[in-house]
């Protein structure tokens, strides 16, 4: 038999490492204390993984998080009660994890998850967070990703894309933003859950994104990210919204690409390896997504604005460091995942460490592939669509299945759009 290498050595097992530990220049303040903190902690969680294992091979634990996942779906604690209000979100959080963990859904459960989406659906178009609640943008996202994921006929069909498309008016602003509920607030998650679940279902009408990509670009500020509204401080949740929302929209180039390029790069952290969502944050399993997920995106972006250093095989991130964080620092022993060491697990940490670790270790597309996997071939996850944020294949055929269908006339569209004829 062949004897194989060793594998690569770790970057947190390096000696530069411990070079990597944040300095507060002597001025000790109430955040550089926490970051320390963190910073002990995962110091601790490696020396311990250092003492138990030879080889370092960090393995991500498939068996216990399908396991925890599984019956998420169909039980859940006392302790989601406070997540009433966002059922459609646990059921895209868990099918989502599952894909990328290329475990199928039973064909009963796919159908119960559809008949209970199907309850959550407003009579006036769109989602609520759940039976009898009012129709909200984000558990809309979330319940059309959940019937993507699920890509059957009953789970496209649950979708009223004519009362979508009213709803999505009716949340529209004159100056091109949209609030997340009638009479809700503004910010820029909204742009982007209407321009997801409208580019999926084929709604998109001439009028119904008028204006919201010069809305969307004036919420990136001087730090090169971008805010929930405009004027408001960078945040990787805001920045990955606003920014997937151009894509869809074909606007990114009119981003300053360049300084979010250095936003999003200065937020992986140094010592950690995960990233943080803001300036002077502490490090956080979710924004493995929210953060390194823009990076796919600026590659392309930067890539159709001719930029010709782009690199043909890694992204514009310490992808192996990422993979180190989650895999070391963010596993449940028994199944699930979480923000940072001494956190509880939860669906949410769950779905998105997991898409992170999927972008860290997926670069490109189709056409042009190249992985880079931490660990065993055993820790290989499902490439995720960075736009989406579910599977490529349950994006494209969700966009072949509705582009077949003729877009819906526009009932819910403002007077004044009329005018302009
Ligand atoms: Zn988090």
Known sequence: MESQSPPPPLRCFSDSHQSELFRDDGVQTVTSAEQRKVERSIQDVLTVYQQIHSLPQPTLLREQHYQYLKKGLRHLSDAYECLDA??????????????????????AVASDVCQFLARCQSPTGGFAGGPGQHAHLAPTYAAVNALCILGTEEAYNVINREKLLDFLYSVKQPDGSFVMHVGGEVDVRSAYCAASVASLTNIITPTLFEGTHNWIISCQ????????????????????????????????????????????????????????????????????????????????????????????????????????????????????????????RDFYHTCYCLSGLSVAQHFGNKDLHHELILGKEENRLAPTHPVYNICPEKVAQAIQYFHQLPIPAQNGEPACAEDQS
């Not at 979100?89 to 994890?97: A, K, V």
């Not at 606007?251 to 979010?260: G, I, N, S, T, W």
């Not at 392309?300 to 964080?325: C, H, I, N, P, V």
């Open 221 to 344: 500020n001087w730090e090169g990210g971008l805010g929930g509204v405009p004027g408001l401080e960078a945040h990787g949740g805001y920045t990955f919204c606003g920014t997937a929302a151009l894509v869809i929209l074909g606007k990114e180039h009119m981003l300053d690409l360049k300084a979010l390029l250095r936003w999003v790069t200065s937020r992986q952290m140094r010592f950690e390896g995960g990233f943080q969502g803001r300036c002077n944050k502490l490090v956080d399993g979710c924004y493995s997504f929210w953060q390194a997920g823009l990076l796919p995106l600026l590659h392309r972006a930067l890539f159709k604005d001719g930029d010709m250093t782009l690199s043909l095989s890694s992204w514009m991130f310490e992808q192996q460091a990422l993979q180190e964080y989650i895999l070391l620092c963010c596993q449940n022993p028994a199944g699930g995942l979480l923000d940072k060491p001494g956190k509880s």
């Open 86 to 107: 966002s059922r459609p979100w646990l059921c895209y959080w868990i099918l989502h994890s599952l894909e990328l963990l290329e475990e199928p859904v039973p064909a």
